[in-house]
């Protein structure tokens, strides 16, 4: 095994190999009375999507449903949704952004056209869920919104009209046919997206095109003063800096960030992914390993962003990451809906170490998806409903929403072999917005336990009160039988005496 130091602000990491026997030895120091940049809030987003019972059964059943709603939304579902405190939701898509067409979406329900949803499953989309139940569930929830625009198969003045019909204060036209539609004042729109995935679904373009698409559509887009969206330019995948390289080049206005997609497939396999239960050990290591380049993905892209925007403008947005499986055998493969277990509240708690680090640039991130699909925080089955691990995860980390960062080193053994390492233990460390000292612990060995040191100047602590997750399976997940199987429960340590259980998380505060 070989000892790792990594240092919040300053990436820098020091590797020298030794031996050592387990528990992993982890030590942490810093100087709590530093200060990093603040953890957006818009870091905790979620995505929607039209794809498989992400919104319709997942969200919105209609009014006319048997499973208890309001106005067609799912009580259950929005009562554990406001709890999580989601602070911004993507929609319509993903892909099918780049085929909605939004006129299609307002009006009376039973006169909206049906259409077929050719990305996901070929089913029928019957527009039910449009631009007024998007901003319900929105306001509902207390959430911004980050609406994706269609750019692949609309138009410029397509686009420029739904902005203007959700945003105008004006005797226009299209801000009346809001108005008729129900809507008296103007929706507020944090981010629009301009395009999604145009290197793939979103149009096979080049960035170069794309790029100039981009200046054509963001030069129409208005919005009365103080309404204006950040705007979001569609960037690569992956290990890609291209798309980074060219946007942050050629495009001088009118970009508050660039989006950038990875998904963690335990195989790194898009024809064999691995399944969401039930896998060897292997791919525990394989995942880990997989989810932890996010790290290096983002560091090579705000490489390129320091060059290029050396004044900081520029967000990163990861705006779709999460884990990604085969799918269920007997289910619509089209539908992505996979079951999810505490190796997903690991892999989420990672990501989220990572994104704390690079706060600076990384101020908006949108999981994959909110209900239903890939990596969801709720599973639905008609009227039953379950809380996955992720969304669990997601509710520990609350207290880090717009908390400011504090600077550690920390220095820990590594969890794998050879070409296969990670750091055993990834953390957190911050000043929430209720003024408390928050650390959170991830340790991503599933066998061995971790020995945490902590050196901590300028504020006196000598506890850590607040809650882990963690259990005996690698693959322990709810399920409608047992929804409660796997949940946090309370977390109390000494300073002096703190240890991280092997697979688990810690999100607690120092006192
Ligand atoms: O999240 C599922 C799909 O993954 C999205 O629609 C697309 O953008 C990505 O390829």
Redesign the pocket.
């Known amino acids: 095994m070989r000892r790792v130091l990594f240092s919040l602000l300053a990436t820098t990491v020091l590797a020298s190999p030794s031996l050592l026997a387990a528990p992993h030895q982890v030590k942490i120091d810093a100087d709590l009375t530093q200060q990093g940049p603040v953890i957006n809030k818009d870091i905790y987003g979620q ?1 929607a ?1 039209h ?1 498989g019972h992400g919104i319709y059964e997942g969200i919105w059943v209609g009014e006319d449903s048997g499973i208890p709603n309001t106005n067609g939304f799912r009580n259950d579902v929005i009562a554990a949704l406001k709890d999580l405190q989601v602070p911004l939701i993507r929609w319509p ?5 780049d085929e909605y067409h939004w006129r299609e979406g307002i009006g009376p329900k039973d006169q909206r056209p049906v259409k077929v949803n050719t ?2 499953g070929g089913v029928e989309e019957t527009n039910a869920f449009g631009t007024h139940e998007f901003f319900q569930l929105t306001e509902m929830l207390g959430a911004d919104a980050y609406i994706n625009g269609n750019l692949g198969s609309g138009t410029v003045q397509e686009m420029a009209e739904w902005l203007e019909y959700m945003t105008s204060d004006k005797n226009s036209t299209l801000a009346n046919e809001r108005r008729a539609n129900g809507r008296e004042a103007p929706y507020k729109i944090a981010y629009f997206g301009i395009g ?2 145009s290197w ?3 149009g096979h373009m080049r960035p170069e095109y794309y790029t100039d698409l981009y200046r054509q559509y963001a030069t129409f887009l208005k919005a009365p003063r103080g309404l204006r969206p950040k705007f979001v330019a569609s960037g690569g995948q992956q290990d890609q800096t291209e798309w980074t390289e060219v946007l942050s080049t050629n495009i001088k206005r009118d970009m508050a960030g660039i989006s950038h ?1 990875y ?1 963690t497939l335990p195989k790194g396999d898009w024809q064999n992914k691995g399944d969401a239960l039930g896998f060897p050990k292997a791919e525990w290591l394989s995942t880990m390993v997989r989810t932890y380049k996010m790290d290096a993905f983002i560091q090579a892209n705000v490489a390129v962003l320091d060059k290029n925007d050396p004044k900081g403008k520029l967000g990163f947005y990861l705006d ?1 990451w ?1 884990t ?1 499986y085969d799918p269920e055998p007997g289910r619509e493969p089209g539908f ?1 809906y996979q079951q999810n277990s505490l190796r997903d509240a690991v892999v989420a708690a990672v990501n989220f170490n990572i994104f704390h680090h690079y706060a600076q640039r990384v101020q908006m991130t949108n999981i ?2 909110m209900v239903n ?2 990596q969801a925080m709720i599973l639905t089955d008609k009227e039953k409903m379950l809380l996955t691990p992720t969304y669990h995860v997601y509710h520990m980390y609350k207290v880090f929403q717009d908390a400011t960062s504090i600077p550690f080193n920390i220095s820990t053994d590594n969890y794998g072999e050879g070409d296969e390492q990670v750091p055993a233990v990834t953390a957190s460390l911050a000043k929430g917005k209720d003024g408390k000292l928050y650390l959170a612990l991830v340790n991503l060995d599933p066998d061995e336990a971790a020995s945490i040191s902590l050196s901590l100047k300028g504020f006196k602590v000598s506890a850590l009160s607040g809650q882990i997750l963690t259990a005996e399976q690698m693959d322990s997940h709810n399920t409608f039988a047992k929804p409660n199987q796997l949940k946090p429960k309370a977390f109390n340590a000494k300073l002096s005496a703190l240890r991280l259980p092997a697979k688990a998380i810690v999100v607690a505060e120092l006192k």
């Open positions: 995505f999507e794809l898509g993903g892909c099918f952004a990305h996901w999604n995935e793939g679904c979103g997609h998904y779709e999460g990604w992505l994959a998806q699909v890939l």
